[in-house]
């Protein structure tokens, strides 16, 4: 198996891009990749998107951003895998590029959530749930989240604002993102007084959605020499695992199972563990996700996930920074996008660009992407050299 | 790239299936592969589906169907290239085995049309199509294909019974064919009084939809034995290539170029060329498609495929066979799980199990899977050796 490098990245800032359309949003991201890498032509390109066909009418994303960028004849697929597509495409060229068939990838994380007026987003994505015994319940896909954390917190005995620090860190870090949705400080007051939206869930708990897409090109690492300033930076590790799509089917609905999983292969992989990652940009789609994914993934006791938080131990001084550029909470959550997102934000802190988040010195960092309420877990490890 | 052989084929009859659920029919020929196979296990899965999200309100296909199968833990992932999901999926399996990532794989295309009240299939088959640039205007994707066949029957000279031959042969293989969904015979005098859909598709230029679903297990080839009686199957060649979505995007409408590029890859990497194939299992979603493939796929000349239908050269003992098992038009179109089912069909014939459409001493077979109207092509080349 070939190793591979990532040899340019490419993003747009989240928002509600209303001026942009779901072609343009996934061009103008893979337009800044081609650019960053140097390169205006690649063998494959593999798009990670989950809303599409239902909120744009458009399936078949490979092909249709192909076309738009001006690649005639490619390869182009597109991967979903709920909200892990981006993670999950990234893992599909990585395959292609490792088997040798092809010599560059372009990847693609693209959603388009706002300005569809008729469709309902909220409906789609409950698509990440399982249909036939959660979604018809009528419980939406806040509400399945809601009922894990009542339980973590009824379990591990841990009150609302324990979990006040995820949020915190993720908007301070954001302010100096550009490419973040929000650009505003909170506090724990503020943090226990936001709205709710489905308890104990609160506005403050939950990431905002948006239009965003984010990109990178991958080649294999042979072809890639380090260059002075801009280190060479590698995928060590990758992999992916699952869990039943139904929470209440799960042996422990506490338990991430396919975090633990897929971290655990991908330490493997890189031959590191928790105490070798710089930087973790985990899936804080909801903050009790902050707090599982911590655990599963070995940075932290079962149920003690939260003390990190309270311990000021992951900010980006702290001994485990994460959501540096402002997480899925404060830079914004474009389903399908943000694996490719996260995978952008660990390239920028092992090449140095994160200004005033900066990790100093990183040399490994890890994302992690969720599909579903824990159903599809991505780890990737990226190493600088 | 480590070489690939398909150990276990699985499928299950084209049908309004009402009794059985998304996860029943896709888990149905999943079980059928792993049996095929002799395992009861496997490294990953990866699921070819189109239209869950909108007809199933069911995203994330891979882990919804690893979670059904009892394939926990392992990796999963759903591929979309609207009706070519089913090829898309295989060889994004295809290319981890070939990597050295897993050691086995499972494909299943799978789609559920029927029993979904509420939901318009039709809409959801739009999707396919630019919708931006087509679909906006109102038209459908039957609609697209009617102006492909009416420009070509123009700028050639053919009249609309001359693609009587395309579905006459397709019903008469699916009558041998269990799985198949049309059991009928029909003559030229029926298909030129069947009722008209889009002028000049009429109901007999056109494949029925269905819920299906087939599946293969793919494993490194040598550790793969040949069995008497049972010959070792391996993929010869695998490409995929795309063209822009929008038909009027196009430089020429009626020349498929994603089918000649592919077909021309695909024929390198088996060191073959059309001459070599025994059986084309090609994609006649419409009568004209199965004249588009076979040109650009080197089978006819430009604006000449219809010849080889009138020629008689397309049944089980022509010189180019296809559709043996039925085809989209007979077999049934359930659009997600179409390439699988065309994969499926190529080994039966590689190992001797089509009774009376099977094709003599048929060693070297061709699966070509469309996605939208010529967008997104793949083309597989199996061996039987």
Not at 92 to 102: D, H, K, P, R, W
Not at 115 to 126: C, F, Q, R, S, Y
Not at 156 to 172: L, R, T, V
Not at 322 to 340: E, F, N, Q, S, Y
Request: glycine fraction near 10%.
């Amino acid at each position: 198996m070939r190793q591979v490098a990532i040899l340019g990245i490419g993003q747009i800032k989240v928002d509600e891009h209303w001026e942009l359309s779901l072609r343009e949003l996934g061009g103008n991201a893979a337009f800044a990749a081609m650019q960053d890498a140097g390169m205006d032509k690649v063998d494959a390109l593999y798009v990670g998107n989950m809303l599409s066909p239902m909120v744009s009418g458009q399936n078949q994303l490979g092909t249709f951003l192909s076309d738009w960028i001006g690649l005639w004849d490619q390869e182009s697929v597109k991967v979903e895998a709920a909200c892990a597509s981006g993670a999950a495409a990234l893992r599909a060229g990585l395959m292609a590029v490792s088997a040798g068939e092809i010599d560059s990838a372009l990847i693609v994380g693209v959603e388009k959530m706002t300005d569809k007026a008729g469709h309902d987003v909220t409906a789609a994505l409950a698509t990440a749930a399982d249909a036939d015994y959660e979604v018809e319940q009528g419980i939406s896909f806040v509400g399945i989240n809601a009922l894990v954390m009542r339980r973590y917190m009824h379990e591990y005995g841990w009150k609302h604002e324990d979990f006040a620090p995820f949020s915190i860190n993720a908007h301070a870090n954001a302010t100096h993102n550009p490419f973040a949705r929000l650009h505003e400080k909170i506090t724990v007051e503020k943090f226990e007084k936001s709205s709710m939206v489905a308890t104990p869930i609160n506005l403050l708990d939950a990431s905002p959605t948006g239009d965003g897409a984010a990109a990178a090109i991958i080649v294999p690492a042979e072809r890639v020499a380090s260059l002075p300033g801009k280190p060479k930076i590698t995928v060590a590790g990758s992999a992916s695992a699952t869990d039943s799509i139904a929470v209440h089917s799960r042996r422990d609905p506490l338990f991430l199972s396919a975090a633990y999983l897929s971290s655990k292969k991908a330490y493997e992989m890189a031959n590191a563990g928790p105490q070798d990652i710089d930087i973790f940009e985990l899936h804080d789609a909801f903050s009790i996700m902050s707090a599982l994914s911590l655990e599963a993934s070995g940075f932290a006791e079962r149920g003690q996930g939260v003390k990190l938080g309270l311990e000021d131990q992951i900010n980006p001084r702290g001994r485990v920074p994460i959501c540096t550029r402002g997480g899925l909470k404060a830079r914004g959550h474009p389903v399908g996008a943000t694996g490719m997102y996260q995978i952008v934000e660990v390239v920028q802190q092992l090449r140095g660009e994160c200004d005033k988040t900066q990790v100093d010195g990183a040399r490994i960092g890890m994302a992690q992407n969720i599909g579903g309420s824990g159903a599809t877990i991505l780890t990737h490890i990226l190493r600088a050299e």
